[in-house]
C-alpha cells in the first residue's frame, strides 16, 4: 500500500522557469514531511523539510507548501536551474506513527532544459 | 551534519552467493537504517539497525536473508544472502539526526546480481 505518491514520473522545464513537484499522502497520522534529491549514482540529498505545524517553508530557491486538508505538498523550485535535473523524491513520517519509519514516493525524475 | 559512506559502491555478483556491505558515520547516531531502491522504485526501509541488540525488520524482509549487524554507535553492516537477480537494487545506508528529525543517506551500493 503506497502510502505516498508522486503521480508524475517525469518533469521537463525550461531554465530560470518554476519547478513544481507535487506529492500526495493518505495517512493523516504523517506530520513531517522532507524532500529529497538524487543524483545517479548517489545517495539521495536532504532538501528541505516541512512539520504539519506549518503550510509553508522556505529555503532559498526551494519552497515546500502543505496543504493538509488535501493530503498534499508541492516542492517549487524558482528559478530551476540545469544543475536541478535529478530525482526528486517526497518522504513522510509520523511522531505517533512509525516515528522513525520514512515512507517514500516513487519519484519524479526532473529536466531543466538550458 | 554527520559524514555517512558506504563500500562498496557498486559490485556485480553471481547468483548464490553473499555480499555484505559497510556503513561508517563519522559521528555516533542512535538510529541507524537500511533502505533498498529497486529499479524504478521508490525508497524503502528493510530494517532499523539496532545497536547492542538485533535488528528490527519491516514486513517482507526477513534476517536469514538480510542479516544485519550493529557493533557500535559508529558502524554498521548488511549482509545479501543467497542472491538472485530480484536483489539488484541500491541499498542504502542512513541515519536519523535525532535533533532535526531529518534522515540523511550515504551514496549507496549499486548491487547487480546476475
Known amino acids: 500500500d503506497q502510502q505516498v505518491k508522486q503521480n508524475s514520473p517525469s518533469l521537463s522545464v525550461q531554465e530560470g522557469r518554476i519547478s513544481i513537484l507535487n506529492c500526495d499522502y493518505t495517512?493523516?497520522?504523517?506530520?513531517?514531511f522532507l524532500w529529497y534529491k538524487k543524483y545517479p549514482a548517489e545517495g539521495p540529498t536532504f532538501l528541505i523539510s516541512i512539520s504539519s505545524i506549518k503550510d509553508k517553508n522556505e529555503d532559498g530557491r526551494f519552497t515546500v507548501f502543505l496543504n493538509k486538508s488535501a493530503k498534499h505538498l508541492s516542492l517549487h523550485i524558482v528559478p530551476s536551474q540545469p544543475g536541478d535535473s535529478a530525482v526528486y523524491f517526497c518522504?513522510?513520517?509520523?511522531?505517533?506513527?512509525?516515528?522513525?519509519?520514512?515512507?517514500f514516493g516513487s519519484g519524479t525524475k526532473l529536466n531543466v532544459k538550458p | 551534519s554527520a559524514v555517512i559512506s558506504q563500500k562498496p559502491s557498486r559490485d556485480i555478483c553471481q547468483r548464490g552467493t553473499s555480499l555484505t556491505i559497510q556503513c561508517q558515520v563519522d559521528?555516533?547516531?542512535?538510529?541507524m537504517f537500511w533502505y533498498r531502491q529497486q529499479p524504478g522504485q521508490s525508497l524503502t526501509l528493510i530494517a532499523t539497525a539496532n545497536q547492542g541488540s538485533e535488528a528490527t525488520y519491516e514486513s517482507g524482509f526477513v534476517i536469514d536473508k538480510f542479516p544485519i549487524s550493529r557493533p557500535n554507535l559508529t558502524f554498521s553492516t548488511l549482509t545479501v544472502s543467497n542472491m538472485s537477480p530480484e536483489d539488484s537494487s541500491i541499498y542504502l545506508c542512513s541515519f536519523r539526526d535525532t535533533g532535526t528529525g531529518e534522515l540523511f543517506f550515504g551514496e549507496g551500493s549499486r548491487l547487480t546480481v546476475l
Open positions: 559521528s555516533q547516531v542512535t538510529m
Open positions: 518522504a513522510a513520517s509520523g511522531y505517533e506513527y512509525n516515528f522513525n519509519k520514512f515512507y
Open positions: 495517512n493523516s497520522m504523517f506530520d513531517y
